[in-house]
């Protein structure tokens, strides 16, 4: 009877060990590639960009709906407060442009001020310390949709297109320190409305379209600026375009939403350089074509529209992710 009576006191604790192990692996499951919901930004957008500075996220430019003029307005989103305050706006008024961060100051690039309207060659330089911006050299090669990298302080603009429907292969390099554009070798696929990563001071482009909303591309491919050379990757497995939003976290490259066609994208993947894979995580909750930006580790996901068709209004909707890769 003894003997009974402690076997079943050992299921109790058996059982109990069991239940409390599972529980413990919900809680932990539940923790990785979770998206959660901030407070929204002030201003409704989409082809805006996003840089972080000293822990705070800048939104600069971009537009309200389709054939709207490019916004000057900058925000800025206090991850500490969950909240938004406004700075000086920029000198001109562009969307579908590029912004880099260099000695903690904010490179604003080409773009356009308005549909149907011919790419910028326009560069300001935003100081947050005296939220001012000052103009700077004009980028050799007017553009709009392109994008940027930097690496060993210097920025890389890369593709974009000249006017809508009309891609560059064109690649750029500036100098903050002596404001200066020195050309360098051509990107293989010309490309706009895409997006780069960088990783181990080498610069990944990814995605972008050709020509119209369903000319668009999955290729992949790495600049080395130390070489100026570039090498074909292994290719995205979702075709997108109008971003998609590239963000990167230890050293892995995290492809968020985007276009493909004239349907948003809700698609999560994410790139190892090194061993130049694809993997497909869970969806992000709602579709959508936006900007993104790293803080702390963490993807903040902010703006954009829920459909590339005109009038495509953009919202103010910011959602945060946590990577477990």
């Not at 006191?9 to 539940?30: D, G, H, P, R, V």
């Not at 989103?77 to 969307?95: C, E, H, N, S, V």
Request: glycine share 8%; with cysteine; proline share 7%.
């Amino acid at each position: 009877m003894l003997c009974i009576k402690h076997n079943h006191a050992f299921l109790k604790n058996f059982e109990l060990i069991i239940y409390l192990l599972i529980m413990f692996s919900l809680i932990s499951c539940q923790k990785k590639d979770i998206w959660i919901k901030k407070a929204d930004m002030p201003t409704a957008r989409m082809g805006h960009t996003s840089c972080v500075v000293e822990g705070k996220i800048y939104i600069i430019g971009g537009y309200e709906k389709a054939n709207a003029p490019g916004l000057t307005i900058v925000e800025v989103y206090d991850q500490l407060t969950d909240t938004w305050t406004t700075k000086a706006p920029m000198l001109t008024g562009r969307r579908q442009h590029a912004a880099s961060v260099v000695n903690g100051k904010i490179y604003a690039i080409g773009g356009y001020t308005n549909f149907k309207q011919p790419g910028l060659s326009t560069v300001e330089e935003y100081d947050p310390a005296t939220d001012t911006w000052t103009k700077k050299a004009d980028m050799p090669t007017p553009r709009l949709g392109l994008t940027t990298g930097v690496v060993d302080g210097i920025i890389y603009a890369i593709g974009g297109a000249a006017k809508a429907r009309e891609p560059l292969n064109t690649v750029e390099a500036y100098d903050p320190a002596t404001d200066t554009w020195i050309k360098k070798t051509d990107m293989p696929t010309a490309r706009y409305f895409f997006s780069t990563g960088v990783v181990n001071k080498k610069i990944y482009v990814i995605g972008g379209s050709f020509g119209g909303p369903n000319d668009i591309l999955s290729v992949v491919e790495e600049y080395d600026p130390a070489k100026d050379i570039w090498t074909k990757k292994a290719d995205m497995p979702t075709k997108r375009f109008f971003g998609p939003s590239i963000s990167v976290v230890r050293g892995k490259i995290y492809a968020i939403g985007g276009a493909a066609g004239y349907d948003v994208l809700s698609t999560v993947e994410v790139y190892d350089p090194v061993a130049d894979t694809w993997e497909s995580l869970p969806d992000m909750p709602n579709p959508r074509a936006g900007s993104a930006c790293v803080l702390e580790g963490k993807i903040y996901y902010v703006g954009g529209a829920l459909t590339v068709k005109p009038p495509h209004p953009a919202v103010s909707t910011v959602e945060v992710f946590t990577p477990s890769r």
